[in-house]
């Protein structure tokens, strides 16, 4: 009975030990950083001009969120534009400020995936996720979403860093790209499934600076907390 009980305990020991390990194990949807590219698509002023799906400061605001997101995570990054001497002007400053070094490839089509140095540049950082953001999403978001999708990429797309010309125009290319199996994200979400874990300490402290500084309500409740901590600390 002692023989029986123990290789009982010891299958039960086995079992649970199992399906720790694979709680522990996050589904292969989600992002991490050294799994996808972040393809940042012609925030530019002229395109900013005509977006009102939403406003051009929350877009600029959610665009350095993402930007600062993805270098505190030494995520693989790719950024282009359109026209950018004639016609669309520079990319948003709070995008390359944060990617200095980073070169910006400009293009005449307005389907990113079909530009040869834009395509290559993709293609070559090695990553089968591949997350967009840019303006508009109706034109320069849908285009290589859809293309992408057709050669096999697992593609998210992140919804409040792009706009289009209406709600309607930004609203029925979501649900394009969603019903083509593209995944909707916003940029806290991406910020976040970046960190996953607090326990993660290197990049702890700068994932909080970026939320503060750019997550709004979440932002602002990370600094009220800090405050009433260090308040109630210095009381005692």
Avoid at 116 to 123: L, T
Avoid at 153 to 160: K, L, M, Q
Avoid at 177 to 198: C, F, H, K, N, V
């Amino acid at each position: 009975m002692k023989m029986k009980a123990r290789i009982t305990l010891t299958i039960i020991v086995v079992f649970i030990s199992m399906n720790i390990i694979y709680a522990q194990k996050p589904g292969d949807k989600l992002l991490s950083p050294n799994n996808h590219t972040l393809i940042l698509i012609d925030h530019q002023p002229q395109m900013a001009f005509a977006t009102q799906s939403h406003s051009v400061e929350l877009i600029r605001n959610n665009a350095a969120m993402i930007s600062k997101a993805a270098k505190a995570f030494k995520s693989s990054v790719v950024i282009t534009s359109v026209a950018a001497k004639s016609f669309s002007g520079p990319i948003f400053s709070e995008i390359t400020d944060v990617f200095p070094s980073e070169p910006v490839i400009d293009r005449t089509t307005m389907n990113t995936w079909e530009d040869p140095a834009a395509y290559k540049a993709i293609i070559g950082k090695g990553k089968k996720k591949l997350v967009f953001a840019g303006l508009w999403t109706e034109v320069c978001i849908v285009g290589p979403v859809l293309s992408a999708l057709g050669e096999g990429y697992d593609v998210y797309f992140i919804t409040d860093a792009s706009g289009g010309v209406s709600k309607e125009a930004h609203d029925m290319a979501v649900a394009r790209m969603i019903q083509a199996g593209a995944q909707p994200m916003t940029s806290i979400q991406y910020l976040l499934e970046l960190q996953r874990d607090w326990a993660r300490q290197e990049t702890y402290d700068v994932v909080n600076e970026i939320a503060k500084e750019h997550g709004g309500g979440y932002g602002l409740g990370i600094k009220y907390a800090k405050e009433m901590f260090n308040a109630q600390e210095g009381k005692k």
